[in-house]
């Protein structure tokens, strides 16, 4: 069966910068009414900026710079994409999907199927898997996989609700985890091996798996997400573990023969218990989050790019991507790349 490579992946940063200490100061009665120390955010979280979109820019705009810079980078005839996949969990509308509206902006033909998969922070994840086998069973020649995510919405009304000084203790924490949401987009394109013009990243094996009774320990509208941080990494590190012990079963020998490491990006407390585990440095691993915040399903593709961008990949590397989204799901990719 044929091999399905990344046959190209481009990313755009958010222009606007805002550091975690300006957040807080958006805020600053009520933390220091709880006696929280200055630069909590970062303290706890490891993130110290992170990046906004202008309020006016559409999140089909955002997926669309990404996509639309790839696209010009590999000079592809668009008439061949037979699938567009958006993976963000921001959106517009409910309906219409953002896939649809970027399809449209790219110019992509009428045969092209079009869809948005929402699946926390998984949905990069599962839409690679969709595009391989629809790859696989040769019903298209290359799938796009597209991300804008535009957070600032979430992050203003948090802050909004953290100005009233009434509000509880309990309800102020359920709300950091959205202090750490970053904003950016990413685009990738997949092709079996045998049309690939330009790559050799072969995604070798995609392992899932999923713990859903702790559905309900982060939930989130279009105004607000609350998440009971403590819960989820306690969860989170379980689930982790699991889909690790499997890749040891899987992979014979891969933590010894990983070369590089794109784990899930939410906190440095989660970063020092995957190490742990995996008996590594961080320094294995390429985080973002510090300086990007939280990306949702945006993370380990963006911090993909950069690595590549930044040469820090190489010819025949061997590379495990893990990403979780809550519920909790969780799924680990193995690229040589």
């Given at each position: 069966?044929?091999?399905?490579?990344?046959e190209?992946?481009e990313?755009?940063?958010?222009?606007?910068?805002?550091?975690?200490?300006e957040?807080?100061n958006?805020?600053?009665?009520?933390?220091?009414?709880?006696?929280?120390?200055?630069?909590f955010?970062e303290?706890?979280?490891?993130?110290?900026?992170?990046?906004?979109?202008?309020?006016e820019?559409?999140?089909?705009?955002v997926?669309?710079?990404?996509?639309?810079k790839?696209?010009?980078?590999?000079?592809?005839?668009?008439?061949?994409?037979?699938v567009?996949?958006?993976?963000?969990?921001?959106?517009?509308?409910?309906?219409?999907?953002?896939?649809?509206?970027?399809h449209?902006k790219?110019?992509?033909?009428?045969?092209?199927?079009?869809?948005?998969?929402n699946?926390?922070?998984?949905?990069?994840?599962n839409a690679?898997?969709?595009?391989?086998?629809?790859?696989?069973?040769?019903?298209i020649?290359?799938?796009?996989?597209?991300?804008?995510?535009?957070?600032?919405?979430?992050?203003?009304?948090?802050?909004?609700?953290?100005?009233?000084?009434?509000?509880?203790l309990e309800?102020f924490?359920?709300?950091?985890?959205?202090?750490?949401?970053?904003?950016?987009?990413?685009?990738?394109?997949?092709?079996?091996?045998?049309d690939s013009?330009?790559?050799?990243?072969?995604?070798?094996k995609?392992?899932?798996?999923?713990?859903?009774?702790?559905?309900?320990?982060?939930k989130?509208?279009?105004?607000q997400?609350v998440?009971?941080?403590?819960?989820m990494?306690?969860?989170?590190?379980?689930?982790?573990?699991?889909?690790?012990?499997?890749?040891?079963?899987?992979?014979?020998?891969?933590?010894?023969?990983?070369?590089?490491?794109?784990?899930?990006?939410?906190?440095?407390s989660?970063?020092k218990?995957?190490?742990k585990?995996?008996g590594?440095?961080?320094?294995d691993?390429?985080?973002?989050f510090?300086y990007?915040?939280?990306?949702?399903p945006?993370?380990w593709?963006?911090s993909?790019?950069?690595?590549?961008?930044?040469?820090?990949?190489?010819s025949?590397?061997n590379?495990?991507?893990?990403?979780?989204?809550?519920?909790?799901?969780?799924?680990?990719?193995?690229?040589?790349?």
């Amino acid at each position: 069966m044929s091999n399905i490579v990344i046959e190209g992946l481009e990313y755009v940063e958010a222009p606007e910068v805002v550091t975690s200490l300006e957040l807080e100061n958006r805020f600053k009665d009520t933390r220091d009414k709880f006696g929280i120390p200055k630069n909590f955010i970062e303290t706890f979280s490891g993130v110290s900026s992170r990046r906004e979109w202008s309020s006016e820019i559409p999140v089909a705009d955002v997926a669309f710079l990404s996509a639309k810079k790839l696209l010009d980078r590999l000079d592809i005839d668009v008439n061949e994409i037979g699938v567009i996949i958006n993976t963000s969990l921001s959106r517009d509308y409910t309906e219409p999907t953002t896939a649809v509206i970027v399809h449209d902006k790219l110019g992509l033909n009428d045969r092209c199927i079009n869809f948005d998969i929402n699946n926390a922070c998984l949905g990069f994840s599962n839409a690679i898997d969709v595009v391989s086998s629809l790859l696989k069973t040769n019903q298209i020649k290359y799938g796009l996989i597209i991300c804008g995510e535009s957070f600032q919405r979430f992050v203003t009304c948090a802050t909004d609700r953290l100005k009233d000084i009434n509000i509880s203790l309990e309800n102020f924490m359920l709300e950091f985890a959205t202090l750490t949401l970053g904003s950016g987009s990413v685009s990738m394109l997949l092709c079996k091996e045998e049309d690939s013009k330009y790559s050799e990243h072969i995604i070798e094996k995609q392992i899932f798996i999923s713990d859903s009774k702790h559905n309900m320990l982060c939930k989130a509208d279009h105004y607000q997400m609350v998440c009971q941080s403590q819960d989820m990494l306690k969860a989170g590190t379980n689930i982790v573990n699991k889909t690790l012990d499997i890749c040891n079963e899987e992979f014979p020998d891969w933590r010894d023969t990983m070369d590089r490491f794109f784990p899930h990006q939410v906190s440095m407390s989660h970063i020092k218990v995957l190490t742990k585990y995996l008996g590594i440095d961080a320094k294995d691993m390429e985080l973002i989050f510090p300086y990007l915040g939280n990306l949702g399903p945006a993370a380990w593709p963006i911090s993909l790019a950069i690595a590549e961008k930044g040469g820090r990949l190489v010819s025949g590397m061997n590379i495990a991507i893990l990403s979780i989204g809550s519920g909790f799901n969780c799924s680990c990719i193995k690229v040589i790349w």
